[in-house]
């Protein structure tokens, strides 16, 4: 929506002079000659031409404030004004200023082209305390980098310093903020699975294998293609989603066991029906301690 424009210019001489002589019975009731001819009526013209003068002067800014007027506001004007004009305004209509946790996460994503994904968590001072440990007017920026080629996902200690330092220009005075990598939740699972006649046991297998890592993976490209996604900070690990997960791969016919594991104090553990996972960690889907069996439908029927 286009700001409209105030018309400052909106009043003749005219208009003026009519509204002059309405006041004089009020304000010099004494005065009873209007005409032209009386040096106060000409007095009057002078000033209402004056004013009008004045009036369509203000409502003109010539092109030099306007441009100083911009260079005030931090807008360099190389070309032409208009387009400094719609730079300027897309400029202040775009987010600055850090206050929820959604501006946190949103400012350094589109600030920082290495970082893939952004999490904010309120009272929380995750390099100071403890995870669970409440720390009224503190925020935590947990960063995602892109991983590179050897896969890792840990953010070097420049970039951590330089989101900090970007953060700080931007945050609340009254805010206390940290920035902090990403911690992970290791998870296993033990599955059997029957394919069906016409599939390959090795083949579904692999299939399984590529949709859970793609499920599990704490950094996707988004389905629209608006950025990177991902497994969600906290979001815990059902068994009815990784079930519905694994008969949907093509050549699966059932399910007959699916196990959750966690590990937990350097044991692997088994889970139930559900993984808790904190607020602050991804999920790391360990394939190496993982059983996936896959048999055929011909052998279960023989």
């Known amino acids: 929506m286009t700001i409209p424009r105030i018309n400052l210019d909106n009043r003749t001489f005219d208009d003026l002079m009519e509204e002059l002589r309405g006041l004089i019975p009020r304000e010099a009731p004494q005065w009873t000659n209007h005409n032209l001819s009386d040096p106060g009526i000409t007095l009057l013209e002078l000033f209402c031409w004056l004013t009008e003068g004045i009036m369509y002067r203000t409502n003109r800014i010539p092109e030099a404030s306007r441009r ?24 202040l209509q775009a987010p600055w200023r850090a206050v929820t946790a959604q501006d946190f996460e949103t400012l350094v994503v589109s600030a920082f082209p290495t970082v893939a994904r952004a999490c904010c968590l309120a009272d929380r001072a995750l390099d100071s305390s403890g995870p669970d440990e409440e720390r009224i007017g503190h925020v935590s920026v947990i960063i995602v980098p892109k991983p590179d ?90 068994e009815s989603e990784v079930c519905a997960l694994i008969e949907g791969v093509a050549g ?43 048999t055929s439908l011909l052998q279960e029927i023989q």
């Open 149 to 238: 080629g050897d896969g890792a996902m840990a953010p070097s200690p420049a970039l951590l310093d330089e989101v900090y330092r970007f953060l700080d220009e931007r945050r609340l005075i009254t805010c206390c903020h940290h920035v902090v990598g990403p911690t992970f939740s290791d998870i296993a699972l033990s599955v059997t699975v029957v394919c069906t006649p016409a599939a390959q046991p090795e083949i579904v297998r692999e299939r399984i294998m590529a949709a859970l890592r793609s499920f599990f993976a704490p950094v996707a490209a988004a389905p629209d293609g608006s950025g990177m996604t991902g497994w969600e900070f906290g979001q815990p690990v059902y």
């Open 252 to 294: 699966v016919d059932h399910l007959e066991t699916l196990a959750l594991g966690q590990m937990a104090g350097g044991v692997w553990q088994d889970s139930g029906r559900m993984i808790t996972i904190p607020a602050h960690s991804l999920v790391r889907f360990s394939e190496a301690v993982s059983k996936i069996v896959v």
């Open 68 to 91: 100083r007027f911009l260079q005030l506001l931090g807008t360099e004007v190389s070309g032409s004004l208009d387009d400094a004009v719609a730079a300027t305004v897309n400029g």
